[in-house]
């Protein structure tokens, strides 16, 4: 399946196969009561989601919408936890893929924490980079999205992104 930029692959509350993202970068987006919407998490090629259903099934948290052009295999989930069943190894490339994705989080932490608001973009820009090597994440998110990534309000970002 290939999704065009902009273009939503799952929506909040729906509830479907799991997905492996070949090519390409996607955002998932929650929705809150109030309306209101955060970024929570950015996919990127080799992630298999929701990651939140690769033991068992779940509505989706968020809806997840291609950043770029993407390439996505769908995953039926009765296929999926059949082979779950079926084959105990399938838990060890969970576990890993599971592995990958807090590893990445940790990342996340590390750019949350960072006491400068200049270093906090400077690490999600070198985090982006190793994913997209010619592209700056400033061309993919918006201000706003990069400030709830990295804790900052959007003000912040310009303002940082003005002196790099």
Known sequence: MFLYKGEILFRQGESGPLFELKSGLLKVVRVHEDGTASLLNLIVPGEVIPHHSLISEKDYHGTAMALLPAEVEVIPEKEWYRELSENPEKYREVALLLQTKLRMMQQRIDQLTAVATKERVV??????????????????????????????????????LRHL
Request: charge should be neutral; proline fraction near 3%.
């Open 123 to 160: 690490l999600l820009q070198n985090w982006f980079r190793q994913y997209f090597p010619d592209m700056s994440v400033k061309d993919v998110l918006t201000q706003e999205e990069i400030g709830q990534f990295v804790g900052l309000r959007r003000e912040t970002v310009n303002r940082v």
